[in-house]
């Protein structure tokens, strides 16, 4: 039987020395992820550093009206948070359109960062998978796709990632604050997680002795804001496609815009080409429609996901239609 | 002598008899029960469809910690496969040689002290194996076809000459998918032996089936095998076979002279008890302007295992559908490395009802008529096949009072007229036959000194409240309050009886109950009549009636006695009777055997944009007979919409093209309905006691399901004018 040592660090920096002197530890924090992956022998820690005690769970204003989210923030917490709800709906849209409510009782925002994805060849020890494997092959490649990813995937590895906050913190220019012996750094969301290319085993820029501290949003550049989450059935499915958008329009004219993607990338998809289209140009379905294009322009697909481009622009111009048309969203 | 007449026990709402042990954890589920001294057993199975193990090397595992025994195929003797069932041939039996057959086969067992240590160990096997190309699809030219593999191919009239004098025709193929059983409890095995003398605890719908199976192939007398199964956390045809890892606990507990457990973990219940299997159906309709049937001609192809078998007749319930002039109905069957199949809630009609009544919906379109006109115009008054009455026949009544409780008739005619926002919002139906099925039951009714009384018999609860009226249908027989009345079932030591399962059991097993009941009282009265001392001395039986707890004269419940006070004087601790029952015979009846008729109304939701499809709302009918608790029946018919619901846009289990492995064998890749997708279901009961059934009752346990799919399929084509004829209907095929 596969034996590992569990510790529960009582201080930040107990947890950072641990981690540093452990050379394969992992943080537990909601356990919603790791526990499943050392069920399924894909995750074989040595050490078990549980951090759900540390002083880590504070939700706090900035000043020039940014909010701080500490990492041990329970996600059902973080949704239901005040200033989440006001200044950044679509977090918390994203937060309560993930999981169920058992599993966002226990899950964390850092551990949100980090969960693997749902690929079905990753979890299948049988399978060839890159990303658990490094240099055994992608099984999904010829196989089942419907759930994989068209954007940013390479030939080494196809999946999506899983998450539907991240997606929203992709759009909303958040900053993820690390921690380690060594000290302290800040590194955009947006370059936390890493595209797979030839090292699909490496997914995201945390070294291995950091610990996610906390999570900074920005102020928001409009509370507009919305998580358009699309699934085959109505609650407790990960996403075929998911949109976090943020639109100010004045004079029928975009003035800001803040686009991610979900499901469709082996990391949150930060829309970048949609934006470029949106800002200034009028707003209206044309638009759109030509933001979602362009986003949508250096996609690829297998048999089986084909689908998830026209459904991916289709979503897009959906979402922000709803945002130009709901004054509730306001 | 009669029984007491209309106690409100019977067809009463009643609670669920064994709901408090449920809800309080005391009902032993058979992962529950653990015995002393047992060991735990964990299974390793082929990561490869097809092909031969050229080495299996179990010494790390051996030497692992807890470990008591590797069973492989070099350590398990030859053993007989299982007899022949009333539902056709047993499974191979597991770990015989070294050829792999589907990807998920038991190729070793691992024995250990605890369930970790046996799950542990298991990685610790190494197979080596020699691959070969597996068979995974219709289309492979190296499948093996079984045609009219049971026989039930039928023909009728001129098929070919009926669609050429048809106005309208239509002509379509429906896919299904394979689609996973996936009852939420565990299937779970604890097998004991003492000496010759082997107890199992199983998660089986058919406790008397395993028994005969264990005894064949151990070589035991059957006397000395007892199989329990007292509750089940689910089956939906799962539990109707005892499975390759049954027979292996059993053998693991003999290895070990030990008590060894087994249960399955979730992806091993997508490949170790069976699945509904996949298929191919082509429709031929053919119609007279006037909407008359002319023509039904109707194929299908479904997967099987290579050396099991299946029972999967899609187009057979098309025969008898519709009054029809030319039918033809065929069924064939294909060979692949897949796992084998089983009977899956309403097996073969959940799938040849999709594609009939889609086809029916097609026909209705082309007609440019009503779909539910176009059903009645066809109503088969009687059976299409035999010419004879039905022995009870209410569908035009579920028909009727369906569309009126749904609003039917303010459905507009032309699809993609109806909208809100974004949705675009669709109704469609679907009509039902359901198969009359029945197998010989016994039954034990006891009276005992206390004055309540026990049913006894080996037929098991699969859930949906067999023992709430089995205890309410003797408790209204003799008179008695439900509290006095207890069901004892799921016992292979106790008379036998069939499967829960093909929606036959109450009906079966409720008979017996019955005949057990009336003997018992036929014995109780001759007591009473020769005794001086009894107040019903001399009686006449015409005369006594069964109630207040005893036996009464008719007309004057003051003179009569307590069954306690009977057994009292009699010296008797208890007094018992056998029942029996055995299906009817149509010919003997001069009447077509009836199973359960149903209509499904449904409503979707389908997202303009994003091809987003949401039930949100069924109306269902059924004719189900005398219906003996409206409570539990009600809920076994929402069961069965809500998987009718899963059929039509959720199910589907994958086989990844290249290796055959089943890919999203989870409950989080697998998906199934979840609250927020089921809106309210409207379920209502009509029709009279069935008239070849000593009870009247019809099964209601699969008839909820079929149609559904179909009703839903129809819904969505009027909806976005997108006639999907591929399940499940997901977003994709609407975009």
Redesign the interface.
């Known amino acids: ?2 034996t590992f040592s569990y510790v529960r660090a009582p201080d930040v920096e107990t947890a950072l020395r641990t981690i540093a002197t452990e050379p394969n530890a992992k943080f537990l924090g909601g356990g919603t992820n790791l526990v499943d992956l050392m069920r399924e ?1 894909i995750e074989r820690p040595d050490v078990v550093v549980d951090i759900s005690r540390l002083p880590l769970t504070g939700i706090d204003e900035l000043p020039g009206g940014g909010v701080r989210i500490g990492a041990l923030v329970r996600n059902s917490s973080l949704a239901a948070h005040p200033l989440v709800r006001t200044r950044y709906p679509v977090v918390s849209q994203a937060v309560l359109g993930g999981a169920s409510a058992q599993l966002r009782n226990m899950a964390t925002v850092g551990g949100n960062l980090l969960q693997r994805t ?1 690929c ?2 990753f ?2 020890e ?2 060839a998978c890159n990303k658990r494997e490094p240099g055994s092959g992608c ?1 999904a490649l ?3 796709t ?1 759930n994989h990813g068209v954007l940013g995937v390479s030939d080494h590895c196809i999946a999506a990632h899983p998450s539907d906050l991240c997606v929203a913190l992709a759009a909303l220019d958040a900053e993820v604050e690390v921690e380690s012996t060594r000290g302290t750094r800040r590194i955009p969301l947006t370059e936390f997680h890493h595209l797979p290319g030839s090292t699909p085993h490496v997914e995201t820029a945390l070294a291995p002795d950091e610990l996610v501290t906390s999570v900074e949003l920005p102020a928001p550049v409009t509370t507009r804001s919305r998580y358009r989450k ?1 699934r ?7 996403a ?1 496609v998911s949109v976090a958008a943020a639109l100010e329009v004045r004079d029928d004219t975009v003035t800001a815009a803040r686009l991610a993607l979900g499901g469709v990338a082996p990391k949150p998809w930060r829309a970048t080409e949609a934006e470029r289209v949106l800002l200034g140009a009028p707003a209206t379905e044309e638009s759109f429609r030509s933001a979602a294009e362009a986003e949508l322009a250096s996609a690829t697909s297998q048999d089986g996901n084909d ?1 998830k481009i ?2 991916a622009r ?2 897009i ?2 979402t922000l239609r709803d945002l130009l048309t709901d004054r509730s969203a306001a | 002598m009669s029984t007491a007449e209309d106690l409100p026990v019977l067809g009463a709402p009643v609670d669920r008899v064994d709901g408090p042990l449920k809800v309080t954890g005391q009902a032993p589920y058979p992962s529950d029960v653990d015995l002393p001294g047992q060991a735990h057993a964990a299974l390793v199975q082929s ?1 490869i469809a097809a092909g031969r193990i050229t080495d299996l090397d179990t010494t790390e595992a051996e030497k ?2 807890g470990v008591l025994a590797v069973l492989t195929h070099h350590t398990v003797p030859r053993l007989p496969r299982g007899p022949m069932t009333s539902l056709g041939v047993s499974p191979p039996a597991p770990l015989q040689d070294d050829r792999i057959r589907h990807h998920g086969q038991h190729v070793a067992l691992v024995v250990a002290e605890s369930r ?2 046996a799950t ?2 298991a ?1 610790l096997v190494r197979v080596e194996y020699a691959p070969a190309d597996p068979v995974l699809d219709f289309d492979d030219p190296r499948a093996v076809s079984v045609d009219d593999p049971w026989g039930l191919d039928s023909h009728r009239g001129d098929v070919d000459a009926g669609l050429a004098s048809a106005d309208v025709t239509v002509d379509a193929v429906y896919t299904t998918p394979d689609n996973t059983n996936n009852p939420l409890g565990l299937f779970s095995t604890l097998a004991a032996w003492e000496g010759e003398r082997l107890t199992v605890y199983d998660a089986t719908q058919w406790p008397a089936m395993v028994r005969e199976t264990l005894a064949e192939v151990f070589g035991v007398p059957e006397v000395s095998v007892r199989v329990l199964s007292p509750f089940l956390g689910g089956g939906f045809g799962a539990g109707l076979r005892a499975w390759p890892h049954v027979i292996l606990a059993v053998q693991a507990a003999r290895d070990v002279g030990r008590p060894v457990k087994l249960v399955l973990t979730r992806p091993q219940m997508f490949t170790s008890v069976g699945h509904r299997p996949k298929g191919v159906q082509r429709v031929r309709l053919g119609a007279t302007a006037d909407a008359t049937l002319v023509a039904i001609e109707h194929h299908s192809t479904s997967l099987l295992a290579v050396e099991d078998d299946d029972y999967e007749p899609f187009a057979a319930g098309s025969a008898v559908a519709y009054a029809c002039p030319h039918v033809v109905t065929a069924d064939r069957q294909v060979r692949a490395n897949v796992p084998a199949p089983v009977s899956m809630r309403a097996p073969a009609h959940a799938q040849g009802n999709f594609a009939l009544e889609s086809a029916m919906d097609e026909l209705a379109c082309a007609l440019d008529v009503d779909p539910l006109e176009l059903r009645l115009r066809n109503h088969a008054d009687v059976h299409p096949a035999l010419g004879l009455p039905w022995s009870s026949n209410a569908l035009r009544e579920c028909y009727a009072v369906g569309a009126e409780r749904f609003g039917w008739s303010r459905r507009p005619a032309r699809p993609r007229s109806r909208r809100d926002g ?1 949705w675009l919002v669709g109704q469609g139906m679907a009509g039902v036959s359901y198969p009359w099925y029945q197998a010989p039951s016994l039954a034990r009714v006891t009276v005992t000194a206390d004055g309540g009384a026990t049913v006894a018999s080996s037929g098991m609860d699969i859930g949906t409240g067999t023992y709430t009226v089995l205890t309410q249908l003797c408790a209204h027989l003799l008179g008695l309050p439900l509290e006095q009345v207890r069901s004892d079932l799921g016992d292979s030591d106790l008379p036998e009886a069939p499967q829960a399962g093909g929606s036959g059991l109450t009906s079966a097993l409720g008979s017996a109950v019955a005949d057990a009941c009336e003997r018992l009282l036929g014995a109780l009265l001759e007591l009473v009549r020769d005794d001086p001392e009894s107040p019903l001395h001399g009686s006449d039986p015409e005369d006594v009636v069964a109630a207040g707890g005893g036996l009464r004269r008719r007309g004057d419940p003051g003179r009569g006695e307590t069954y306690a006070a009977i057994l009292a004087r009699h010296g008797r601790p208890q007094l018992g009777a056998d029942g029996a029952s055995t299906p009817a015979q149509p010919t003997e009846l001069g009447m077509a055997l009836a199973g359960a008729f149903g209509a499904h109304f449904a409503e979707v939701r389908v997202d303009e ?4 499809v ?1 039930v949100s709302r069924v109306t269902t009918v059924i004719d189900g007979g005398r219906i003996l608790n409206e409570k539990t029946a009600r809920s076994q018919v929402i069961g069965g919409v809500i998987g009718g619901i899963g059929m039509a ?2 199910e589907d289990t ?1 086989t ?4 055959g ?1 089943i ?2 064998a ?1 409950f ?2 697998y ?1 199934v ?5 089921v809106p309210d279901l409207d379920v209502t009961f009509v029709g009279e006691p069935d008239r070849a059934s000593a009870l009247g009752v019809k099964g209601v346990g699969e008839v909820g399901l079929v149609g559904v799919a179909a009703a839903i399929a129809n819904a969505v084509h009027h909806a976005t004018g997108v006639r999907v004829r591929s399940l499940p209907i ?3 095929a609407l ?1």
């Open positions: 039987m596969r022998n749902r079905l060849y979890y299948d049988a399978s099984s010829g196989g089942f419907r699309v085959d059935r109505a609650s407790y499915a990960f075929l689908f026209e459904l289709r979503t111009v959906a | 990561t692992a910690p970790e240590q542990a160990a990685r974004h944009d994003l091809g987003l949401r846009v959720f994958i990844d093209p290249t290796t492995r890919a999203n989870t989080g890749d998906l309905p979840v609250h927020a997708d997901t977003l994709d975009l």
